[in-house]
């Protein structure tokens, strides 16, 4: 299986990263393109055996599967670009660009799109068989969601399709297992899971920041405070992935009657903490 990355930067090296690191693919299976020789050449010292080039119409030739991971404002120019060379009949596409739809990508692979649609509901109310060029193909296509964890292979990566088999769904969800954890969803629940993950990622950093700087009030120097925060986040992340147990369960294992937690956390929920997350994750929705 030949996997071609167009536009290996942050989020197409990650993926490059995780596959090779996973064992999931031999390098010489992987060709990366970017715009410039600067990248190319890092793509070159991180793995010599990586077929690397600024060809992306030959690097879509000759793979399985395209994963697209340009700038979202260049997806298009980069599609028209490699559109001739692509084989919908073989292959399947991944976006991994912010904001680019299933149907986006359905109309600018197959710009006849609405017109073969058309025939085929006017051939299903005419009981006959849709008259569509042996050229044509239903696209396999996956609109993915990752997020800026995928740089240390602890992404939170939603995974929406169209055309596409279960068996190709596996596959897929494979792939990118290989930068964290994934989840399967409707294509709907992909602005909820950007909030929730791609800006939780931020709101998660604005609790370790507020907490940083607590700590530096009750004395520690701000490394050390830190240091104190990241390690308890992870520590508290930890526990609930290792037992599966909800929050609630692990706070009532640290808070004792009338004791300094239960304090501190009514104190909190006063400043109106759990309000404040819950309305900023439906902003960012
Ligand atoms: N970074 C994240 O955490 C994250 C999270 C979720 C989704 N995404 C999505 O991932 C995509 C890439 O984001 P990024 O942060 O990885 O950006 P990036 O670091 O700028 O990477 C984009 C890459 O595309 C290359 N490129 C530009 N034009 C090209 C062309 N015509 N042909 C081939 N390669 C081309 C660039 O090459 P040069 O380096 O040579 O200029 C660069 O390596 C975006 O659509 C974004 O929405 C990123």
Not at 90 to 95: A, G, N, Y
Not at 202 to 208: C, D, E, L, P
Request: contains cysteine; proline residues 4%; charged residues 25%.
């Amino acid at each position: 299986m030949t996997i071609a990355v167009i536009g290996t930067g942050n989020m197409g090296g990650a993926i490059v990263r995780g596959l090779i690191k996973s064992g999931t693919c031999d390098p010489k299976d992987i060709i990366c393109t970017a715009k410039t020789e600067n990248t190319l050449n890092k793509l070159r010292q991180y793995d010599a055996s990586l077929r690397v080039s600024c060809d992306n119409k030959e690097a879509a030739r000759a793979a399985d599967i395209i994963i697209l991971a340009v700038k979202p404002w260049f997806i298009g120019d980069v599609i028209e670009e490699i559109r001739p060379f692509v084989d919908l009949k073989r292959q399947m596409i991944i976006s991994v660009a912010a904001g680019i739809t299933l149907k986006d990508l359905t109309h600018l692979l197959v710009p006849d799109y609405e017109q073969y649609e058309m025939e085929r509901i006017m051939a299903e109310a005419e009981e006959r068989e849709p008259r569509l060029p042996e050229s044509f193909a239903e696209p396999v296509l996956f609109r993915v969601v990752p997020n800026t964890a995928a740089e240390v292979l602890e992404s939170v990566t939603f995974i929406a399709s169209r055309g596409a088999t279960g068996e190709q769904v596996e596959l897929v969800r494979q792939l990118f297992s290989t930068i964290g954890y994934t989840m399967v969803v409707a294509e709907k629940l992909i602005p909820a899971g950007t909030s929730l993950a791609s800006c939780g990622i931020a709101f998660a950093m604005r609790y370790i920041r507020a907490a940083i700087e607590g700590g530096v009030e009750l004395g520690f120097r701000p490394g050390e405070a830190a240091e104190i925060v990241e390690h308890t986040v992870k520590g508290a992340a930890a526990l609930l992935l290792s037992q599966g147990t909800h929050p609630e369960v692990e706070i009532d294992k640290v808070t004792t009657a009338g004791g300094i937690t239960i304090k501190g956390l009514n104190a909190m929920e006063r400043a109106g903490f759990t309000n404040a997350v819950i309305e900023g994750l439906k902003a960012s929705k």
